[in-house]
Structure formats: structure tokens, C-alpha cells
């Protein structure tokens, strides 16, 4: 890890192990120019590569050409207004109601180490860990200073980007746009990878080619969404899943983003990522500073799985906190499918008594303990435990709970208020609303207006006071609606435009306050399933309901969209009843096992009421989720055949890190008639060492149980056809 500053050729170089980033400030002006990103390079004077002597490019001799120059030279950072015509990063209204902006170099500095982001979830490392470059630039009629970091760590491959805007003039001005990083490069016939869905569909990979134009995803809906995800990629047509270039960025944000690549009239591209400029407007008074949330670049020259690889020990080592970041969680069954809103304590208990016998370590109860919630009608913001439900109350269920020698957890979601609740009855102004307008209902329920300092102070006592008066070892904090209606009753006309950040900056806060207060609590965001999974929320909890459909064939679909960025220890994965709430299928006991199992892995089911086969199967999954854990949450993932592609079998691994064992799961999602084995390649193994089928009586077809490591990745090892649809299995390689 190294970053350097050659003062001739006025060029910064950032080396990560594999990777090289070049910044080069020129002419008169001081523009920051972007200059490469790719390999890692020996040379580290790469002027010669800026655009700046194509003729008549040159804005200090030739100043009536300066847009030419402006709106094609490769910037790092973007004004606006002023001659770039393509996407901008930056975008301001001054008092006189004035919009351009420019930006030029001013000074710098290299530090050991890396700063936190006021406020923000962000990447983090000791000063023998990353290394930081920050780049001060300014528009000096504005007197705005705009400073853009860039961190590296040495073990990894990814740089963290972000900016922070400093007004030192004596009157405010509005920030109307502050994107957090941009990369010009030539497009070099780019595909772009993006994940979409919906409500119970999340994630879902989807490839397109880089157009001439902009092609983008977003989110307007306060928060990351269900719809599109605050990440983008972008690689070459030839790069498969373990070869070839591939550049990708992800937001460590929850909030509205705009993640979009433009190409260009000359063939080039302008890839950006930040927070949405939609709605958004910041008054930035005489001194103050605005942060702008971090984006996570990686290059990878080993193809979707090496990205995939530099994200997932960035997030275990450097994003993700907290006592449980390296620990095997608690195995916990969750009664939301089991009873919904028609539980009390006694079915509880009943749950819990034969969970405990088979070996389920944690009791989670969902929605509906409070208030009087019988259905998603009532009651959120009154965090009062419904004595007619849980009778002897909260602590006397915790205790016998407890007492079977399980944890305990419990379902809040502390940003919602139900109209009919005594919280709206007694503040309806604490619900986000524009005045004289009908808020727009959703799951028949406002959003609390946490900018408000007295709301997330009353929240936050209430969801605490019930975390202090009893034994409960994890949080599910769940947000079950979009935000719409967007108006304040506690900001002043001229600040409505900062509601939608303040909102998100108010649930960091809230989360924050509750791990310091509650350091050994495990908490799990949701948000109605997994429209909030995103690497702000990890900063708070190391793990995420991924989606509220649970069902193990859509789940391969879910998980492997989720895992493309985020460690397998991080997705929230339950077996779930049969038939499936959510599509009605039926699927193997078995099978739904070793789905959970590449998640946190837990139940979501009345264990009482399911087949008696089924049960009885629960303990030898609790034996294979003690076994197999470590390697799932600190291994090397490869995806080696995805059914949303092929529409039959999907297949995936888990690489220990010293590749002494390794862990593949197969899942043949529809059987064919008259049809041979499967040639499956395995990934990731070391060439030199002998691998064993550890498990070899879980696979009687396969004769041969030694290969060397290099067999098995090149000439790749026959899978047998399996009788019947939703058929898994797991091989389990040790090195002899
Ligand atoms: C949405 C979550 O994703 C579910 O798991 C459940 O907690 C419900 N909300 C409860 O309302």
C-alpha cells in the first residue's frame, strides 16, 4: 500500500497490492484529472496519458475553448454549469441564485491512517492498516472548499472515496447536488451489472451494455429499496466469473442514491455514485461542513469473483463492528411465519421448549407484542408490552426463556408511527407530512420524523427502556414503508430539502446510540425483507434479514445477488414452512438446510405443528450449521453456476482461507429426463494439495473420493443427476 506524489509531473499515484489509481492536477487552472485505474503499475509518471495536449484543448492558451476541454478531459470531481455538459458531481445555488461552480487543486495531504465521516457509517483501519490521500481543492470566487479522500487499506484491493464541503464565505449556500465519487475512462465495451427486484425478490443480477447516453439505478424512496441497489459494475464483454477486468462501486449509504454511468460523444464514459440529487438541498452556512457518504471502488482483474472477494474481506475486516463481526450466531427461530400477530406467551413458550430440545439456541418474537397489535392496523410508536398477550409480561417470558438455555430477541420498528397509536393521538406533527395535505398511507403507517431531536430522543427511550428492564440479546429493527410526503414540521422552509439525509443520518444515530448503550446485543436490520441490505446498515449490525421470501429456490436467486457484494455472514437466512407463504412451493427440509446454511442460517416456522420427519431432521442441521459455520462466514465465496441463467442447477462454494477445506453446495432445481452428470469445476482449491469428498457417504454415485486441487478446478468432478426437483447436497473437501 502506497501513495505517492510526483511533484514534476504533478501526479498522485495510489498502489494497492494489485491495483494502481492515478490523479494528475494540470494547466494554469489546477484541474484535477482523473488519469488510470486498473493493474497495478511500476510507472509512476503517467502525464503523458492526460488529454490536455489534443489540440485545442488547452484552456490557459486557448480560453474560448475552454467547454471543449471541460467537457471532455477526465475529471476526478466535477463542478458544474460552467462547460462540462455531461453528468456532474456537484451543484450549488448561492444566494443571487447563481449555479456554477469550478474546482481546482490547492493543496494536499497523505496521512497514515483514515478518518471517520461525521456521522456516517464508513470504512475504518489503524494507521498500520490504510493509508489516506485527501485532495483540497476550491472555487475561489465561492470560497468552497471541497476536499476528496481517498483511502487504501494493505489488505486490500478497494479504495474509499468520499467528500466534504467546507463554505468559507460569509453568506450560506445551498448545496443542490453532492455526488461522493466519479471515474472517467474510456469505454472499452463495457457491460453494467446491477441488482433490481422488489417486495420478496431482491437483488436480482442483471447485465446490460454501457450505450452511449446514461443508464442508471436509483432510489427516491428514503431509503437503499427493494427496486435497485446502491451498487454498479462495469466490465469487460470477455470477463467471466474468475478472469478478466471488472470496476465496481458501492455506496455505504441507506438513503436515496443515483449510482450511473454516461457514455459519452468520443466513446468515453463517466461512471458517478451519491447520494440523489432528487429532492435533496443543503443550506451550508458561513463555515459549516457537509459531509458526503463514502463509495467503495474495486478493480478486479479476476473477474465477478475477485470483486466479489475484495468486497467481502473489505466489509468482514474494515466495515463491519461489534462483538458478534467474527462470531457464529446464535441459532434462532423467528415466529413470524409461525403464529404473525396470533401468538401469546404460552404458544411462545411451547415454541421455545421444543426448539431448545433440538438444539435452536435463540427465541426471536417478531411483530405484534405491543400496543394492541392483532394486524399491521395499529400501534407502532407505542412501545408498551400487550399484557392481554403476553401475560406475566415481557420479563417473565424472557426468564423462562432463558431457562431452557436459550437467548432471547425481539422485533421493534422503532422510525414508524400507526395513526391509530397514543403517540400519534398525542403528536400527530411527529409523523413526516407536508401541512394541509393527507399523508399517503403505507401498510397503514407514517414515518416518524426523526430530524426531530425530541422524536429519536422519545423513540429511543422507549425501545431502551424495554432492552433495560429484561434479558434480550438481539434486536430485529425493522422498516416496513418507503418514505413519500416529504415535509417537516421541525425544519424551516429553506432547510425541507435536507429532510430526506437528516432522516437516514437520524437512523444511523439511533442505531449507534442503541450498540453503545447495549455493546453485547445482536442486531439485525430488515427492512420488509431486504430493501435496507446495504453496507451503511452493516456499520450497525453485522447482519440483514435478506428478504421476507424465504423460500430456498427463490432464496438462490436473493442470496446470490446479496452475496455478489456482501459476505455470506451478513444475509439473514431461515428454513421457512412448506408450502412457502410467499409462492406456495414445496421444497425438501433438507434442501431449505443447506440454503440457510450459506446465510446466518436460523427457523421461521412453528417447530411444533411441521412434519414430524422435518423436525426430526433439525438437529442433524444444528450439527451441520456448528460444523460448517466458520467456513462459511470467513471463506473465500465462488459462484460457480447460477439456475436463474441455466433454469436447472445452481452451485457455489466456500473456500477456507489456507485452502484446507472447502465447502460446495449443489441444488438441482429441476430435475431432466434421460439426462447424464454435471461437469462441475471447482474453484479456489490449491493445485498442489489432495482433496478429499469428507463427506463421501452423502455421495455413493461418486467412485473416486481423492483429487489434487488442480483436477478438480480444471477437469472439474461429475455431479450426478438427483431424483426429483429442489434436490441439494453438500461436498465438504478437506486437503489430506
Ligand atoms: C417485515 C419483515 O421482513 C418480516 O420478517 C416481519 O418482521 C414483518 N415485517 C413484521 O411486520
Known amino acids: 500500500m502506497k501513495i505517492s506524489y510526483n511533484e514534476d509531473s504533478r501526479v498522485f499515484k495510489l498502489d494497492t497490492e494489485r491495483t494502481s489509481y492515478c490523479i494528475g492536477i494540470v494547466d494554469d487552472d489546477n484541474f484535477v484529472g482523473h488519469i488510470y485505474y486498473g493493474r497495478k503499475l511500476t510507472e509512476d509518471n503517467l502525464a503523458y496519458l492526460m488529454r490536455t495536449m489534443e489540440a485545442p484543448f488547452v484552456p490557459s492558451q486557448n480560453n474560448r475553448d475552454r467547454t471543449s476541454f471541460l467537457d471532455t478531459f477526465p475529471m476526478e470531481y466535477t463542478g458544474n454549469g460552467l462547460g462540462d455538459y455531461r453528468e456532474g458531481t456537484l451543484e450549488v445555488r448561492t444566494a443571487d441564485g447563481h449555479t456554477g461552480v469550478a474546482l481546482s487543486y490547492v493543496s494536499h495531504r497523505i ?54 464541503i467546507v ?41 446490460r451494455p454501457v450505450m452511449r447516453g446514461k443508464q442508471s439505478v436509483s432510489s427516491i424512496r428514503g431509503e ?17 466469473e474468475e478472469t478478466g477486468d471488472i470496476y465496481a462501486m458501492n455506496f455505504v449509504y441507506s438513503g436515496n442514491f443515483l449510482a450511473q454511468i454516461e457514455g459519452d460523444q468520443f466513446g468515453s464514459m463517466r461512471a458517478t455514485m451519491g447520494i440523489n440529487p432528487y429532492g435533496f438541498c443543503w443550506k451550508l452556512e458561513p463555515e459549516a461542513s457537509f459531509q458526503a457518504p463514502e463509495v467503495i471502488c474495486v478493480y478486479s482483474a479476476d473477474g465477478i469473483g475477485g470483486m466479489t472477494r475484495c468486497f467481502h474481506d473489505l466489509y468482514r475486516n474494515h466495515l463491519i463492528r461489534g462483538e458478534y463481526k467474527n462470531k457464529k450466531r446464535p441459532i434462532l427461530i423467528n415466529n413470524w411465519e409461525a403464529t404473525y400477530f396470533d401468538f401469546n406467551t404460552e404458544k411462545l413458550l411451547s415454541i421455545a421448549k421444543q426448539a431448545s430440545e433440538l438444539g435452536i439456541e435463540m427465541l426471536v418474537m417478531d411483530d405484534g407484542w405491543f400496543g394492541h397489535r392483532n ?7 407505542d412501545w408498551q408490552v400487550n399484557e392481554s398477550k403476553l401475560n406475566g409480561g415481557l420479563k417473565y417470558l424472557v426468564d423462562e426463556v432463558n431457562k431452557l438455555g436459550m437467548k432471547f430477541g425481539i422485533w421493534f420498528e422503532p422510525e414508524m408511527i400507526s395513526p391509530d397509536s397514543d403517540l400519534y393521538r398525542a403528536h400527530p406533527d411527529w409523523a413526516i407530512a407536508i401541512p394541509g395535505r393527507t399523508g399517503s398511507l403505507a401498510r397503514n403507517q407514517y414515518v416518524l420524523d426523526l430530524t426531530r431531536k425530541e422524536v429519536r430522543d422519545y423513540v429511543y427511550e422507549m425501545v431502551a427502556t424495554v432492552l433495560r428492564n429484561a434479558n434480550i440479546e438481539y ?16 425544519l424551516p422552509a429553506d432547510r425541507q430539502g435536507e429532510l430526506y439525509h437528516r432522516q437516514v443520518l437520524a437512523v444511523y444515530e439511533l442505531q449507534d446510540r442503541m450498540t453503545k448503550e447495549f455493546p453485547h446485543l445482536l442486531l439485525e436490520n430488515c427492512s420488509g425483507g431486504g430493501a435496507r441490505f446495504d453496507a451503511g446498515m452493516l456499520y450497525y449490525s453485522p447482519q440483514i434479514w435478506c428478504s421476507d421470501d424465504a423460500d430456498a429456490v427463490e ?57 414430524e420427519a422435518d423436525r426430526n431432521m433439525i438437529p442433524q442441521q444444528v450439527a451441520m450449521y456448528h460444523k460448517y459455520n466458520d467456513l462459511v462466514r470467513e471463506g473465500d465465496y465462488y459462484r460457480i453456476a447460477h439456475y436463474a441463467d441455466n433454469h436447472f442447477y445452481d452451485c457455489y462454494e466456500v473456500v477456507a482461507k489456507d485452502k484446507s477445506e472447502a465447502l460446495v453446495t449443489y441444488v438441482q432445481v429441476l430435475n431432466r429426463p434421460n439426462f447424464h452428470s454435471r461437469r462441475i469445476h471447482i474453484p479456489g482449491l490449491d493445485s498442489e494439495k489432495t482433496y478429499v469428498i469428507a463427506n463421501a457417504q452423502d455421495w455413493p454415485e461418486i467412485k473416486q473420493t481423492e483429487y489434487k486441487g488442480d483436477t478438480l478446478r480444471y477437469a472439474g468432478i461429475n455431479i450426478p443427476p438427483l431424483w426429483g426437483d429442489f434436490k441439494g447436497r453438500l461436498m465438504h ?4
Open 733 to 736: 473437501l478437506t486437503a489430506k
Open 111 to 164: 496521512y497514515d491512517g483514515k478518518e471517520e465521516l461525521e456521522g456516517l457509517p464508513a470504512t475504518f483501519g489503524q494507521d498500520t492498516e490504510c493509508r489516506t490521500l485527501e485532495l483540497v481543492c476550491e472555487d475561489k470566487i465561492l470560497k468552497l472548499q471541497v476536499i476528496l479522500s481517498y483511502s487504501i487499506f494493505a489488505d486490500s484491493d478497494a479504495i474509499a472515496r468520499s467528500v466534504k
Open 375 to 381: 394486524d399491521d392496523n395499529s400501534s407502532l410508536g
Open 224 to 240: 437503499s429499496s427493494h427496486q435497485e441497489h446502491p451498487f454498479m459494475a462495469w466490465k469487460k464483454r470477455t470477463t467471466t
Open 475 to 490: 434486536v430485529k429493527w425493522d422498516m416496513n414503508r418507503q418514505l413519500s410526503d416529504l415535509g417537516s414540521y421541525g
Open 167 to 207: 463554505n468559507h464565505a460569509d453568506e450560506a449556500i445551498y448545496l443542490t447536488k453532492v455526488l461522493s465519487a466519479c471515474i472517467d475512462m474510456d469505454n472499452d465495451d463495457y457491460e453494467m451489472i446491477t441488482l433490481h427486484g422488489s417486495w420478496a425478490r431482491e437483488r436480482a443480477i442483471q447485465t
Open 555 to 611: 432464496r438462490l436467486s436473493i442470496q446470490a445477488g446479496t452475496a455478489m457484494i456482501y459476505p455470506l455472514s451478513t444475509m439473514g437466512a431461515h428454513v421457512s414452512d412448506c408450502p412457502n407463504h410467499t409462492v406456495g412451493r414445496i421444497t425438501p427440509f433438507e434442501t431449505r438446510g443447506y440454503v440457510a446454511l450459506a446465510g446466518t442460517f436460523g427457523y421461521e416456522l412453528d417447530v411444533t405443528k411441521i412434519p
